[in-house]
């Protein structure tokens, strides 16, 4: 009930292009979803973060898309860069948990010219 | 953000030997610290939750007497990787919560821990 599945693995996505990253979660306690990014040799970095109150949260370049019904969650990049190459960490925690982060898988994008 | 400041980036010891890592919170006080292992390409694995002044709550698996933590002031947890073996190579990083009181954590740097 723990676990946060995150998909996929690895993506390569052209310059200029959408990178999309899902995750789905089944714990109902859950009431927050950050996205972290973290670089090789480096501590993770937090993106954005949404409550399932809100079905979108946009930063920037950075969208996230929330489902309720379904417990999924989406980080989309819009207009993806080589510097965006990274490791991206979807994560959730319940405010009961005393903010322990139960992390997804991780999802390895690189971005090409 | 609030900054986290994790010392040292890297580390090779000898197996056997005990290693240390501080945390530490710049620009805030952090009542809880939270610390992590991973492996590579792999995801972060909560060992134990710091708390000032407090003993540590560690999550199931981890051994408290292999990895000590003491978190002594609000702006310090140290973990004391102890008697370190080969195994225990990984990145290990801390955390601490925002201190504004909602939910977001702020991440160190993360350390590199070589065990020869």
């Known amino acids: ?113 | 953000g609030a900054v986290v400041s994790q010392h040292p980036s890297w580390v090779i010891c000898k197996s056997g030997t005990s290693v240390k890592i501080e945390c530490r919170s710049l620009d805030f006080q952090a009542t809880t610290m939270f610390w992590y292992r991973q492996f590579p390409k792999q995801s972060l694995m909560l060992m134990a939750t710091s708390n000032e002044g407090s003993k540590a709550t560690y999550e199931q698996g981890v051994e408290k007497d292999k990895f000590l933590i003491n978190h002594a002031s609000l702006t310090l947890s140290t973990l004391t990787v102890t008697s370190a073996h080969p195994e225990d190579s990984s990145f290990y990083i801390c955390s601490a919560r925002d201190p504004k009181g909602n939910e977001k954590l702020f991440f160190g740097s993360g350390t590199q821990l070589s065990v020869l």
């Open chain 1, 1 to 113: 009930q723990q676990q946060v599945k995150q998909s996929p693995q690895s993506l390569i996505v052209q310059k200029g292009g959408i990178s999309i990253i899902n995750c789905a979660y089944e714990n109902t306690a859950f009431d927050y979803f950050p996205w972290y990014q973290q670089f090789p040799g480096k501590g993770p970095a937090l993106l954005i973060a949404i409550r399932p109150d809100v079905s979108e949260k946009k930063e920037g370049r950075f969208t996230i898309s929330f489902n309720k019904s379904a417990k999924q969650f989406s980080l989309h990049i819009m207009d993806s860069q080589p510097g965006d190459s990274a490791t991206y960490f979807c994560a959730a925690t319940s405010g009961g948990g005393g903010n322990k982060l139960t992390f997804g898988t991780g999802t390895q994008l690189k971005v090409e010219l």
